[in-house]
């Protein structure tokens, strides 16, 4: 009878280690992609509240975030000239830089719960002659290119290789993530 109350006992404290290592790790997904219009953010993702918010964003920080340059030739270098305007940053600085073609949109999605666990994140997009695409680099303030004077061109953004209008999904976590990538030999 001692026996058996000894091995109750035991596994009674030992069951609620082994329920937490059965139990399923949320998983977060950031959901982010490269839009050319609110219409287009929200044929990709449904969500067209979402983009609204962001597109609204991305066109706030578009001013301060801009590659800066003293004329419209040095900016028709980089970029098409009908892009190439006449801007104001928010601390009231005007000069040129290529206009905001599109906008970057990320959320995190916690699959567990199925909600949003967070408001979209936005940044500009410019688009180059070569039709390629930049949003501004991390750091500074915020990731904005404020600090960056005129003439300072394209020194504040960080170049990506986004296609536009397509939602890309990356999972992050889950239960047994860290152990999918390993190799094990047999023996």
Same mark, same amino acid.
């Given at each position: 009878m001692k026996r058996s109350r000894t091995t109750a006992l035991l596994l009674m404290s030992a069951a609620p280690l082994l329920f937490t290592a059965c139990q399923k790790e949320e998983t977060v997904q950031v959901k982010e992609g490269l839009y050319t219009s609110v219409e287009a953010c929200s044929e990709a993702t449904g969500d067209p509240s979402s983009c609204r918010q962001a597109f609204a964003t991305a066109q706030q920080q578009s001013a301060d975030a801009a590659p800066k340059y003293a004329s419209k030739e040095e900016c028709a270098k980089e970029y098409p000239a009908e892009q190439c305007v006449?801007?104001?940053?928010?601390? *009231?600085?005007s000069f040129i830089g290529p206009m905001m073609m599109g906008f970057f949109m990320s959320q995190m999605l916690n699959s567990g719960? !199925?909600?949003?666990a967070a408001?979209?994140?936005s940044q500009p997009a410019f688009r180059d002659k070569a039709n390629?695409?930049?949003?501004?680099?991390? *750091? *500074?303030? *915020? !990731?904005?290119?404020? !600090?960056?004077g005129i003439g300072a061109g394209k020194a504040g953004l960080a170049p990506v290789t986004s296609q536009p209008n397509r939602a890309v999904t990356a999972s992050r976590g889950g239960f047994g993530s860290r152990s999918g990538g390993r190799n094990s030999v047999g023996g």
């Amino acid at each position: 009878m001692k026996r058996s109350r000894t091995t109750a006992l035991l596994l009674m404290s030992a069951a609620p280690l082994l329920f937490t290592a059965c139990q399923k790790e949320e998983t977060v997904q950031v959901k982010e992609g490269l839009y050319t219009s609110v219409e287009a953010c929200s044929e990709a993702t449904g969500d067209p509240s979402s983009c609204r918010q962001a597109f609204a964003t991305a066109q706030q920080q578009s001013a301060d975030a801009a590659p800066k340059y003293a004329s419209k030739e040095e900016c028709a270098k980089e970029y098409p000239a009908e892009q190439c305007v006449q801007q104001q940053t928010s601390a *009231g600085t005007s000069f040129i830089g290529p206009m905001m073609m599109g906008f970057f949109m990320s959320q995190m999605l916690n699959s567990g719960r !199925g909600a949003v666990a967070a408001p979209p994140a936005s940044q500009p997009a410019f688009r180059d002659k070569a039709n390629g695409w930049a949003k501004p680099a991390p *750091g *500074g303030s *915020g !990731g904005l290119n404020t !600090g960056s004077g005129i003439g300072a061109g394209k020194a504040g953004l960080a170049p990506v290789t986004s296609q536009p209008n397509r939602a890309v999904t990356a999972s992050r976590g889950g239960f047994g993530s860290r152990s999918g990538g390993r190799n094990s030999v047999g023996g």
